[in-house]
């Protein structure tokens, strides 16, 4: 399955826990897409979030982020694990 890093520029009022939630919402809904959220990074400072996930295709995985809280990704990237 590809493995998307997915780029949210910038999140008005960005806070840990808000990000938390959103998370936890992705995953309560993330399996009837068919897709796996993996890890979250981000900067409360600038707003970004980056979000790493193993789906189908890029519309499963915006698919989620849509269904879960609205907060659809600006750039979803296919990415290869490195060593």
């Known amino acids: 399955m590809p493995l998307y890093m997915d780029h949210h520029h910038k999140v008005d009022g960005l806070t840990a826990d808000a990000v938390a939630g959103a998370h936890q919402r992705d995953l309560e809904v993330q399996d009837k897409h068919g897709v796996e959220y993996l890890k ?3 900067d409360e ?39």
């Open 45 to 83: 400072g600038s707003g970004a979030v980056f979000c790493l996930v193993n789906a189908p295709s890029r519309e499963a995985a915006m698919a989620v982020h849509r269904e879960a809280h609205g907060l659809v990704a600006d750039d979803l990237t296919e990415v290869q694990e490195g060593a």
């Open 40 to 42: 979250y990074w981000f």
